[in-house]
């Protein structure tokens, strides 16, 4: 069958990248969408058994690392898009092995970025309908103070963790292949994201966890870190809008406009994870455990998406309160997907970053 488009997605066994391949692959039937996944701890095939079995499907086990396997699948797909997800993406691993980041975050890009270059300069059509669009994250602008000031597209990269300085990094590579060779590429800064497929070390999924099994609920610092909070469908429905809309070269911020100062969030995931369980309110309160800060703890993110919104008519779909019920719902109701997670190798990891805290 000859599709449309053959785009790579990377990632996608990923939570973000999961719903960009399930949102692709329903909405365009008329494309192949190719799903390049290294399946570390943080990727899982379960997140896609909705549309594994799809005609415009395909599963590739690669490492973005490995440059002859990249170039293998450019040319073996035809590849004309690149949505680029993959990455190692929690904070406080990479304080832990800032090399494991480097090398994913940065070399990954850089490998799959040249063999895209190689293989689109090598068609007829060079790079005429081609797109490499790189997914990435506020924490390269820093932190903001409690000020009201928000992050723009012109807001200076200014990161502090190891997790952060890697993303960077791998922006500038971005900029860099267009500024240097003409490749088509954008790139978006999204805020943080919450929904189901989460994988259970980031807040919202780890403290849902907790409740439900009543362990503690490790609060770095005073619970005063704020973050902007996207429930993720809207965040792959930005990267279908800008995938298919956005201007070639720009970068678009992405966020929710929704600011929660961390204990005042945890207090909402109590409040709704008791609801639910048919607990008293107030029942889980208890377990709230004040712990040692994280390294370099950046102290606010807060993403102004107006360009995006304005020119490109995007916003969010759902508010806040509604997408926390539907996720804690989620999760209580895919407690078998927790439990395969949760058990073996990752509690491993879970004992050994929690025992000195
Ligand atoms: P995730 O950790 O859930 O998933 C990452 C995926 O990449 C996994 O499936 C993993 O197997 C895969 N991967 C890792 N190394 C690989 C390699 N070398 N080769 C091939 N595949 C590899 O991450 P996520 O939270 O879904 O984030 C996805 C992207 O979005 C990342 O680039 C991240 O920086 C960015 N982002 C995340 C958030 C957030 O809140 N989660 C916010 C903004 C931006
Ligand atoms: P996280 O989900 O790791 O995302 P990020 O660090 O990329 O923003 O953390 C969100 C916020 O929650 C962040 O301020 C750190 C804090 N946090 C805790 O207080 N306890 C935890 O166990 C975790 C994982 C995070």
């Known amino acids: 069958m000859k599709f449309r488009r053959n785009i790579i997605i990377t990632g996608g066994a ?34 896609l058994k909705d549309v594994e079995l799809a005609e415009n499907y395909s599963f590739e086990k690669a490492d973005i ?18 949505i680029h997800l993959a ?33 689109w300069e090598s068609t007829e059509e060079k790079y005429e309908g081609k797109l490499f669009y790189h997914i990435s994250t506020d924490e390269v602008f820093g932190a903001l103070e409690m000020d009201g000031t928000m992050f723009t597209e012109e807001t200076k990269y200014n990161p502090h963790s190891p997790y952060s300085a890697s993303k960077a990094s791998s922006d500038h590579f971005v ?19 919450y929904g189901p497929y989460q994988f259970p070390e980031k807040l919202i999924p780890l403290f849902i966890h907790n409740i439900c099994q009543r362990k503690p609920l490790p609060v770095y610092g005073k619970g005063e870190n704020v973050r902007d909070w996207l429930y993720v469908v809207d965040h792959a429905r930005a990267i279908d809008v800008i995938f298919h809309k956005g201007k070639v070269a720009d970068s ?9 100062k961390n204990i005042d969030l945890i207090k909402v995931m109590i409040k709704t994870v008791d609801k639910l369980l048919g607990n008293p309110d107030g029942y889980s309160l208890d377990l709230i455990t004040y712990v040692t800060d994280r390294a370099g703890h950046d102290l606010r993110y807060a ?32 407690q078998d997907w927790l439990d395969n997670i949760t058990s073996g190798e990752y509690e491993k990891y879970y004992e050994e970053m929690y025992k000195n805290r």
Not at 39 to 45: C, E, I, K, R, S
Not at 175 to 193: E, K, V
Not at 252 to 260: K, P, Q, R, V
Not at 313 to 324: C, D, K, N, R, V
Request: glycine content about 6%.
């Open 14 to 47: 990923g939570f973000i990248g999961s719903h960009v391949v399930r949102l692709f692959v329903n909405k365009y039937p008329e494309y192949r969408i190719i799903n390049v996944d290294k399946l570390t701890y943080a990727g899982n095939l379960a997140n």
């Open 65 to 82: 690392c490995d440059y002859a396997q990249m170039s293998q699948l450019m040319s073996d797909y035809s590849v004309d898009g690149i």
């Open 87 to 119: 990455a190692e993406s929690h904070v406080d691993r990479s304080i832990k092995d800032p090399f494991a980041f480097a090398y994913t975050n940065i070399i990954g890009t850089l490998t799959l970025l040249q063999a895209a270059k190689l293989y």
């Open 175 to 193: 900029r860099a292949f267009h500024d240097t060779y003409g490749m088509p590429t954008i790139l978006t800064n999204c805020s943080n994201n």
């Open 252 to 260: 678009y911020n992405i966020g929710g406009f929704n600011e929660w």
């Open 303 to 334: 993403i102004d998406s107006s360009k995006l919104k304005n020119e490109l008519g995007w916003e969010p779909s759902l508010q806040f309160e509604e997408g926390i019920e539907k996720t804690v719902r989620w999760y209580l109701e895919n």
